[in-house]
């Protein structure tokens, strides 16, 4: 099992920045995928950004590209998202999600652990 513990979210206002943090413990896999989404209230869970843990490469949202990066700190087993120029449509709970088939991915469905989500909430 692994287990995901998202923290960081909070209020912001518009053109603000704001970094999540996701702790990851229990047992972990050297070609485990770490992904970020998120989902509004009444929408579907939305890709955000996804990290190969061993080589460090990344995939965002075409979206975003640009006002989101994914990174990670080996030593904390942490998995960071910075996101920059914050605008109200931001705003959602975003959740941290592990993916052990090594294969990195943007489709939710492919991801086998998750958080507990993180409100992040952006006033015009």
């Known amino acids: 099992q692994v287990q995901l513990v998202e923290s960081g979210g909070g209020l912001v206002q518009a053109g603000d920045s704001l970094r999540l943090s996701c702790a990851v413990s229990?047992?972990?896999?050297?070609?485990?995928?770490m992904g970020w989404f998120r989902q509004a209230p009444g929408k579907e869970r939305d890709f955000v950004a996804a990290?190969?843990?061993?080589?460090?490469?990344?995939m965002y949202a075409n979206s975003l590209k640009g006002r989101v990066t994914i990174s990670r700190d080996n030593t904390k087993n942490t998995v960071y998202l910075q996101m920059n120029n914050l605008k109200p449509e931001d705003t959602a709970v975003y959740y941290c999600?592990?993916?052990?088939?090594?294969?990195?991915?943007?489709?939710?469905?492919?991801?086998?652990?998750w958080g507990q989500g993180t409100q992040v909430t952006v006033s015009s």
């Open positions: 999600a592990a993916d052990r088939s090594a294969i990195i991915t943007g489709n939710p469905s492919r991801y086998d652990y």
């Open positions: 229990g047992r972990t896999f050297s070609s485990i995928i």
């Open positions: 990290l190969v843990w061993s080589g460090g490469s990344t």
